[in-house]
């Protein structure tokens, strides 16, 4: 008979701001050649500047510090730190006590950096002994905040039963670009997801949350909810990726399309540097990077940004407890952004429960 899943907690104390910690090592040292036996791992960030990359693209990355580090670089140009995020301008931040400002990290740009790479906050793997499963730290140490200690939940088991599916309205604006807070109480979404999971009776099990296909011009992430961050950041780089890369002298790339196709010099302009680390990442050749460059002048930003179209939330009862619950960090909330309205004033959403087994 299979083992029943298995859960265990990471406590991880990343050295510096950026770093790559292999979770699978870190789990193996702490629970042995026991796991080794398991089908799959579900791994999950309770961060809002840390996370996975789904097994896909790591897998495209080779499972490599070496190709994932240049890969995050990317957009770690692409949104520098120290420049002029409303997030960080504190002042502004009426949420936060004096207090709390003391010791509040200026880090919108990793708050960026996660959700335009594609970040997930949740994510399965295929379990294969030996293979990295990298903890992406965005924000490990900072000059305005004492040490981070950071925790990911993993859950180890061998196969998933689909328990239910249903499609769910969220209500959002008319304006063009917006973003809807999902674990809001008014919209009563997470309550109903919370609901679903008593149903059922889900020990430990996941939750897919993904657009519906014929839902356009519109992203799902996990972070934090913040308004200057959502309303005001998140918006600008969605009308213009190149945004905080320009304010820092990038002058060439506040009008990326004005540059002329045929007559670039591709060693001058910092977007082709940054296509070609993308493209090295991923093994391309420098034809390959070409036609690429040329296609994305055509393209708006969020052909560019990796928004996700779905999400994953984590479920579970820790083992003990009489009911599970969804796995959240205290910042961390389902998100919902358009970049271009729609004449319904919802968006649909598809969801489906799985059990661990």
């Not at 249903?166 to 997470?190: A, C, E, T, W, Y």
């Amino acid at each position: 008979m299979p083992a029943a899943p298995t859960e265990t907690v990471l406590e991880l104390k990343p050295q510096k701001r950026f770093e790559l910690i292999d979770v699978s090592r870190e789990s193996d040292e702490k629970l042995g050649d026991k796991i080794h036996n398991y089908a799959k791992a579900a791994y999950c960030s309770l961060h809002t500047t840390a996370g996975y990359l789904e097994q896909s693209l790591a897998a495209r990355l080779l499972h490599s510090k070496d190709h994932v580090d240049p890969f995050i670089k990317v957009f770690r140009k692409l949104f520098p730190p120290n420049m002029n995020y409303r997030h960080d301008q504190l002042d502004l931040r009426t949420e936060l006590s004096d207090e709390q400002k003391k010791d509040e990290p200026l880090n919108a740009d990793s708050h960026l950096i996660f959700i335009s790479s594609g970040l997930k906050n949740c994510v399965t793997y295929k379990n294969v002994p030996g293979q990295p499963v990298y903890f992406v730290e965005l924000d490990g140490t900072n000059v305005n905040a004492p040490p981070r200690t950071r925790r990911t939940n993993l859950i180890y088991y061998n196969s998933e039963e689909t328990v239910y599916n249903v499609r769910m309205p969220i209500p959002i604006s008319q304006h063009p670009i917006d973003s809807v807070n999902l674990r809001d109480s008014k919209i009563g979404f997470m309550d109903e997801l919370q609901h679903l999971l008593q149903k059922f009776e889900i020990e430990k099990g996941k939750i897919d949350i993904s657009l519906c296909n014929d839902e356009n011009s519109a992203g799902l992430t996990v972070n934090e909810y913040e308004t200057l961050l959502m309303r005001h950041d998140l918006i600008d780089v969605l009308k213009n990726p190149f945004l905080y890369m320009a304010q820092k002298g990038k002058h060439m790339l506040e009008n990326p399309r004005a540059i002329p196709g045929k007559t670039l010099n591709y060693a001058k302009y910092d977007l082709v540097h940054l296509f070609n680390e993308m493209m090295d990442a991923f093994r391309c050749s420098s034809s390959v990077v070409e036609k690429i460059l040329a296609k994305f002048l055509q393209l708006p930003a969020e052909r560019f940004l990796r928004m996700k179209r779905d999400i994953t939330l984590l479920a579970t009862n820790n083992g003990n407890e009489s009911e599970s619950r969804i796995l959240q960090g205290t910042y961390q909330s389902p998100i919902l952004v358009q970049w271009r309205s729609n004449d319904a004033g919802c968006r649909y959403v598809d969801v489906q429960l799985t059990r661990f087994k």
